[in-house]
């Protein structure tokens, strides 16, 4: 498997803390500011239109500022970060699943939220859920870590991400969601398992596709969707799978993950 050092250099994020200790994933804010520009901008560019022409519209320059710093936290928003680059590249090619789009992206990038994937997803369609079970998750492995307040918000903002990214539904009272993904969701998926060393039919099996919460004949049949589009070349014949991205890894990136 691919060290975390190496894994850090294409943007992912380890620790314990995460962006969700003070924001949910603002996925109206990440549209208006990737939609408002072309693929190939760069930090700059969106740094101006927060700071300068707020675009979020923003009430304060404080505001402004905290919101920039957040999304940067929690996308990288520079095509220098290789995560966002190929990101970015997939945005625009299926409007519906952007809002899934981007949980994965914040996904690999906070380690708060990527503690409630496996509660969030253990859920059925129509089972409840509520802040104080996401609370208990958050404190399992140290109950003196998070003052009562802290778990509290931290709880909030991470169930409004799910729900934003369409896998709860519900304001006070929230219930899990049948979602369903696109083959953009699948190309990213089966990305990031590549970048963790994953080869074959392990690419499927990552915690990156079991985000998408499909069974593996509906995961393999939208990666023949997205190798028909030219996005990526996938092959699968008897139980040998062979998965290649021709346009999202540069040469000293391939290198890295020795590929």
């Known amino acids: ?72 936290d929690l996308y990288g928003i520079s095509p220098e970060v290789p995560l966002f ?66 778990l509290k918000s931290f709880a909030q903002n991470i169930n409004g991400t799910w729900t934003q990214a369409g896998y709860l539904q519900g304001r006070s009272k929230k219930s899990r969601v049948e979602v369903k993904p696109s083959y953009v969701n699948v190309v990213f998926a089966l990305y990031l398992s590549q970048l963790e060393g994953r080869t074959g039919q392990r690419l499927f099996t990552s915690d990156w596709c079991k985000l998408l919460d499909r069974d593996m004949a509906t995961l393999h049949a939208l990666a023949y969707t997205a190798s028909a589009r030219g996005l990526i070349k996938f092959k699968h014949v008897g139980d040998v799978i062979e998965v290649a991205f021709p346009d999202m890894l540069t040469p000293e990136e391939k290198a890295l993950i020795h590929v």
Not at 27 to 45: F, H, M, Q, S
Not at 130 to 142: K, M, P, S
């Open 1 to 72: 498997m691919t060290s975390s050092e190496v894994l850090e250099k294409f943007g992912f994020k380890f620790g314990k803390n995460g962006a969700h200790s003070a924001r949910s994933m603002m996925i109206v804010e990440l549209t208006t500011l990737l939609n408002g520009r072309p693929e190939e901008a760069i930090k700059a560019d969106y740094q101006a239109d927060i700071l300068d022409f707020n675009q979020l519209q923003k009430p304060t320059e404080k505001a402004r500022k905290l919101t920039f710093r957040h999304l940067v």
């Open 85 to 150: 680059r190929v990101f970015r590249y997939l945005w625009d090619r299926d409007e519906a699943t952007q809002p899934m789009l981007a949980l994965q992206l914040a996904m690999v990038r906070d380690p708060l939220l990527r503690k409630s994937m496996p509660a969030v997803l253990g859920l059925r369609p129509g089972d409840s859920i509520t802040r104080e079970f996401i609370e208990q998750v958050l404190a399992e492995d140290d109950l003196a870590r998070f003052s009562p307040a802290s």
